[in-house]
């Protein structure tokens, strides 16, 4: 109770009056009020403009927080750190907060990068990388490169900055730069859990090279931007589940008792017939999933028939059978090279096999029931409740709903 009050009382304070920040707000104040007539044009110089004056201010943040700090004034406001007393007195995150830190700590001691930040010539995001840099290699080593990190800082945008920091550091502390690689390698991991509603989630970290070797795969697999309704981390979850699909299909990993690692699903003929009252089908690791997607995921897969008794218990089991033979497939491919879907150019590694009709329904495993689908288009004619039909020019078209 007593804390809630006394920060009640410590917002009502009045600001400390004091010219300078007077005259700053009302030069912001002015600002507000000049609209440029309604007018876009100018309004880019203005942006710039802004911008310089906001990464200046934090130049003189940094300044006073150096201060600050050294004095270690903030031990007076019953902060422990500076850090600290950034995120409850300026309402900044952790990150935040440790960013600015870093910089009031290391650029005081790098004159050629400092003055260039507190002239405005080298921005916020590019000092902050230019102090992360000094942080891990340390400022001895980093003062050596000064005046090439400030150059650079004044030119070029963070992203570049970020790989001429990582280059001069190379340059002076190759040990340094080769232990925290080593660190990070040490850091990898990856969660795979699966939530109540059944969705899977991903969080992992990767270090450069275990990173790289991933997004080379990914962006080999991501589909092209011109499907311009997916966003790029939809489009980067597609292409990783293609990944792990074309592994599978390879046949290249390892077996584990003697079989090969594949999807499993379980399911009882009335279900893949959509039989009212028919269970779901069950996928392995997965648990249950709807009919329907084990209607499409039965279309073009390896498929076990298992009599059942009254009680459900196994009696007998017959050959895996492809729904799809390899000969059928190969004649499918030089037909239809590609998905079939109008509109869609996926080639013809990206696709299933589907039936038309389905083979669990009596439909025939014949090229005129079949046609190749891309992994989203053979989704959105299942689940996505869009079936085909064979025209009689024998082209395929959805079947208006
Ligand atoms: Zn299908
Ligand atoms: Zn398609």
Known sequence: MFCYNSVVVAMLEPPIRDPKFEALEAAIDELARDRLGGQTAGLGDRRRHIRRSIDRLEAEFADTLSRFAVAQEYLAD???????????????????????????????????????FRRGDIGFQNAAVVARTAGSAGIEAIQRVDNILADSATRLRPEQMRIVAAHARHCVDPDGSLSDANANHERWRLHLSQTMDGLFVLDGVLDAEGGACLRTALEALMPPRRD?????????????????????????????????????????????????????????????????????????????????????????????????????????????????????????????????????????????????????????VHEGGRPLRRGDDGTVESVPP
């Open 78 to 116: 019953n902060a422990l750190s500076t850090v600290g007393w950034l995120r409850r007195e300026c309402g900044l995150s952790g990150a935040a907060a440790v960013q600015r830190e870093e910089i009031a700590r290391q650029l005081p001691s790098l004159p050629a990068t400092w003055a260039g």
């Open 228 to 380: 311009s309704e997916l966003t790029p981390a939809r489009r980067r979850a597609d292409a990783l589940v293609e990944l792990a699909r074309r592994s599978l299909n390879s046949g290249e990993l390892p077996t584990a008792h003697g079989v090969r690692p594949h999807l499993t699903v379980t399911a009882p003929m009335a279900t893949l017939q959509r039989q009212p009252g028919s269970p779901g089908a069950e996928l392995a690791w997965a648990g249950v999933i709807p009919a329907e997607t084990a209607r499409r995921l039965a279309c073009d897969a390896s498929v076990t028939r298992i009599s059942v008794d009254a009680a459900g218990n196994p009696l007998d089991a017959g050959r895996s059978t492809r729904s799809v033979p390899p000969a059928i497939r190969r004649a499918l491919i030089l037909r239809d090279r590609g998905c079939q879907f109008v509109g869609c150019d996926r080639p013809a590694d990206w696709t299933d096999a589907h039936h038309i009709k389905h083979w669990a329904d009596g439909g025939a495993t014949k090229l005129g029931n079949l046609v190749l689908l891309c992994r989203r288009h053979h989704r959105q």
